[in-house]
């Protein structure tokens, strides 16, 4: 009697438990059937913006979204076009000095007009920041003059080449003096006021931010009224949620996931080219056999890159021809990409010295990229054919780069991302001396000529004449053979059929006021 | 009872500051410089030394000490994120409220399946059921639990769409993830109550109640479980001190917004003023738990409770 009552209440509780479970069917939100509101956008993305005051970070979620609330005085394209932005002309007045006319129709979220002042106030405001003053370092403040309320002239320290580029990194959009002195420091968390086509509505950090389109916006594009970035970090989760049409877009979508997306007759799978690269970096200050360019070449024939893009990334990007890809200006479209030949990489390797390698290095791999982790084993496998023993380290990723910082590593797995497409930022911080350490240059490479003609390209407006210095570096920077050069690396993202207007912008911060749903 | 309790509040303290001391100690000497995960790659030099000076990094290691000291115990100011320039207890606070409900409601239903499950197996040692209820527990326990949440959410929102795989805002959003979060702590509480109980369905007093004729369920309930629950009220309390701590792992596959995200983005980004912060604040919590545990077992037994008096 008494076990009946026992086995009752348990399988009552567990009853009333997978009814819980079950009860929900009306819950429209987890519906893939439900039909979607036309009017707002959900984009689902793997990391929430650090703080929305462009001048205190540099990352690319905070980016994407700053993208929609800020614009800046150029405006750079899909195809990386310079086109007006805020400022509808630009001449270089005097020798480096350029003055900007600007649009007169333009209003911030909070009412006020767009002055040439409130551009002033940020230039001067992001040359002070340490978090970004690196994108706009060459512009001069004291050359900053407002002549009126729509006309200001901006000079740099030098004649600095990539300058307008610069000028249409999301970090350089503009703030309002007024807004930003008012909130004080809690700009960019409560307060956020831009110019864009989307004004700051919510934010549950961590979790979710809303836009709403912003009505008095000088150019009248149609499109969502809303836009709700959600937060999810597990891209398996992102996936799930895209298929069932909770979100419209889903960002970033893992290689593993493409299949599955492809296959999907409700989804698109949207992957183009972005700006960034994947390399295998070498320590040429560490006493080991590395410091022999033979046997660096040895090592980078040795590595078959498109295997890896195959089994690694699921065939998504293109092997590297150089340190930079070709959507970066300046890149040398004459340059090709080392082939994978194991009998000329064991040549080398007995050339320089060690006929059947017998030495070990270590590798060096940052616990937050399941790809590269993955691509370190490959390397590993491709170099013991060679007779070198390969120490992989998988460390935590702020731990690997103070480690690499420091030149612990004999070789590293990394990626760069040339945000500001142009190869100075390409190739300055990475090659050239006076960067070594945490500011990029981790292979410690030190070459006088690349040096010289890094800095002679930064200094030169004439871009035909940059063209050639930087094509020359690649050349050299390639017979020294600091870098085995990986693949490109690609936007992937995920998308409903019924999303309209999206395109991806190679920098990975796109323009969703164009986005419409039907 | 009561001068037990003011003695342990005012133990808070010393607790407190020693936590302190370890982390911020920790937070020091581990790898990884705070400078370069905010400023990113690129910065030249004087940049970097700039941004070092901003964050205060450049003194020495006792200054920067005493410094956050006085400003938590004189100024009761956390700071703000390296990272994010937020408050940090308007960032903490943001996210109790999730914490608080998950492992609230996971503990509660943990306890609710758990300890019947563990007195149905002592009282039938041996038996089928005890075999089938400790081969669930040990399932609870084993299974790892991001595969379970991935698992709930493959069948209830991708298989069948009636769950809701992310968000923590409404009871829908609730199920999956205070389900895989309990699933563990119901494996833990059920082996701890059958052994419990095992050991005091064995002790004299059991049997005279027995064959005094006393029935089986007032034996079981009344005199065995009440004396056998003191260490299943101790794992339940560890248990949700440390789901308060942050149960990261169903936090990320569920993306809800809760501290132990919070913790983890911190620790990656070197974030040390929201590492300190919260975990200062944890161990708050923690001791409060403990303290409301060692209460809980004055109630439980009254021999105890003497012993404070």
Known sequence: MKNRKTRGFLLLLTGALFLGACGTGDGDSASGSSSPDPNVLVVATGADPV???????????????????????????????????????????????????????????????????????????????????????????????????????????????????????????????????????????????????????????????????????????????????????????????????????????????????????????????????????????????????????????????????????????????????????????????????????????????????????????????????????????????????????????????????????????????????????????????????????????????????????????????????????????????????????????????????????????????????? | MFQYIVKRILWLFPVLLGVTFIVFTIMYLSPGDPVTMVLGEGATQEQYEAMRRQMGLDRHFIEQFFRYIRNVFIDFDLGRSYVSGRVVLDEILTRLPNTLKLSTWSILIASLIGIPMGVVSATRPYSKIDNVVMFISLLGVSMPTFWQALLLIILFTSTLGWLPATGFSNWQQMIMPVFALASSSIGSIARITRSSMMDVLDQDYIRTAKAKGVGDSTVTFHHALRNALIPVVTIIGLQFGALLGGAVLTETVFSINGIGTLMVNAIRTRDTMIVQGGVLFIAFIFTLVNLCVDILYAYIDPRIKTSYD
């Open chain 1, 51 to 518: 703080t929305l005051d462009i001048h205190q970070t540099n990352d690319q979620a905070t980016s994407r979204v700053a993208r929609q609330i800020y614009e800046t005085l150029i405006k750079q394209t899909n195809d990386l076009e310079l086109v007006p932005g805020l400022a509808t002309d630009w001449e270089e007045v005097e020798e480096n000095i350029y003055e900007f006319i600007l649009r007169e129709d333009v209003v911030f979220h909070n009412g006020e007009p767009l002055t040439a002042s409130d551009v002033a106030y940020t230039l001067h405001r992001a040359t002070e920041s340490p978090s970004i003053s690196h994108i706009i370092g060459s512009v001069d403040p004291e050359t900053i003059e407002v002549i009126d309320d729509h006309t200001i002239r901006i000079g740099t320290h030098d004649s600095f080449g990539p300058f307008l580029t610069h000028l249409a990194h999301p970090a350089v959009g503009i703030l309002s003096e007024v807004a930003v002195e008012e909130a004080g420091e809690d700009y960019g968390i409560n307060s956020v006021v831009g110019t864009g086509p989307f004004e700051f509505t919510e934010w549950v950090t961590g979790s979710q931010l809303t836009l709403e389109r912003f009505s008095d916006h000088w150019d009248d594009v149609d499109g969502v009224e809303r836009i709700e970035f959600r937060t999810i970090t597990d891209s398996s989760v992102r996936l799930i949620e895209l298929e069932s049409g909770t979100v419209d877009i889903a960002y970033d979508i893992s290689p593993s996931d493409n299949s599955t997306v492809e296959e999907n007759d409700d989804l698109t799978l949207l992957n183009t080219e972005n700006l960034g690269t994947e390399y295998l970096g070498f320590n040429l200050q560490n006493d080991t056999p590395l410091q022999e360019v033979g046997v660096r070449e040895a090592i980078a024939h040795a590595i078959d890159v498109e295997s890896i893009i195959e089994t690694v990334h699921m065939g998504i990007g293109t092997p590297m021809s150089g340190p930079i890809n070709e959507l970066v200006f300046g890149f040398n479209g004459d340059l090709e990409a080392t082939p994978y030949d194991m009998d000329l990489a064991k040549e080398l390797l007995a050339d320089a010295g060690y006929p059947d390698g017998g030495f070990s290095l270590s590798l060096y791999v940052g616990d937050n990229n399941q790809e590269r982790i993955r691509v370190s084993q490959i390397v590993s496998e491709a170099l013991a054919e060679l007779g070198i023993t390969v120490e992989v380290h998988q460390m935590e990723w702020g731990a690997f780069l103070d480690a690499t910082a420091l030149g612990e590593a004999d070789m590293f797995l990394l990626g760069w991302t040339t945000i500001t497409t142009d190869a100075d930022y390409g190739l300055h911080p990475l090659f050239h001396s006076s960067n070594f350490g945490e500011s990029g240059n981790r292979s410690f490479y030190h070459n006088e000529e690349v040096d010289e003609l890094l800095e002679a390209a930064r200094y030169t407006s004439e871009q035909g004449e940059r063209e050639v210095y930087y094509h020359t570096v690649q050349e050299i920077i390639n017979s020294d053979v600091p870098w085995v050069y990986l693949q490109t690396r690609e936007n992937v993202s995920g998308v409903r059929n019924w999303v309209q207007g999206f395109e991806h912008h190679p920098t990975g911060s796109y323009f969703l006021n164009v986005v419409s749903k039907n």
